[in-house]
C-alpha cells in the first residue's frame, strides 16, 4: 500500500496523518517530496501522526532523520505521535526515540510546541511558541 499523507494544522504547527508504508518502492519519495513543499513555504514544526503507518524502511528512516536535522536547523522541532509497534521496534533499533519526542496524545504533542510541561516526557530544552 502506498503511502497515504493528509495534512492539517493546528496554530503554528502542522500534523502529517501518514497512512500505509514507507518504504523505497512505496512512500519515502513522495514523503520527502511533500515535506520539501512544506519547508519551501516556511513550516518548521511538525507533528508526525504514525498511527496509520504500517512499515518503516532505511528508506524511511533516512526522510525521518533528515526531517528532524532539517527543522531543528531552522528552529523547529518534529514530534511524533501515536506509534505502531512495528514502527516503534524499528525506532527503537535506531535509537531515534532517544532523540525525537513521542506521544500517545495529539493535544500533548501540541502542547509541547510551547514549552509546557508534559508528563511522562524526557526534558527538553525550552522551546518558544509562535517560530
Do not use: H, W
Not at 518504504?23 to 513550516?43: P, Y
Not at 526515540?97 to 504533542?109: G, K, V
Not at 516526557?121 to 525550552?126: N, R, T
Amino acid at each position: 500500500m502506498l503511502i497515504e499523507i493528509s495534512i492539517r494544522e493546528s496554530g503554528k504547527v502542522t500534523i502529517l496523518d501518514l497512512r500505509g508504508t514507507c518504504t523505497l518502492d512505496s512512500g519515502s519519495e513522495r514523503l520527502s517530496g511533500q515535506l520539501r513543499r512544506l519547508f519551501n513555504n516556511g513550516v518548521c514544526n511538525l507533528v508526525f501522526n504514525l498511527e496509520g503507518l504500517t512499515q518503516v524502511d532505511s528508506s524511511g528512516i533516512s526522510v525521518l532523520v533528515e526531517t528532524y536535522l532539517s527543522v531543528r536547523r531552522n528552529g523547529g522541532n518534529l514530534k511524533l505521535l501515536r506509534l505502531g509497534n512495528r514502527v516503534r521496534m524499528v525506532l527503537n533499533l535506531f535509537r531515534l526515540l532517544d532523540i525525537i519526542p513521542n506521544f500517545e496524545d495529539e493535544t500533548q504533542a501540541l502542547a509541547s510546541f510551547c514549552g509546557a510541561k508534559v508528563p511522562s516526557q524526557k526534558p527538553e530544552s525550552a522551546e518558544v511558541c509562535g517560530l
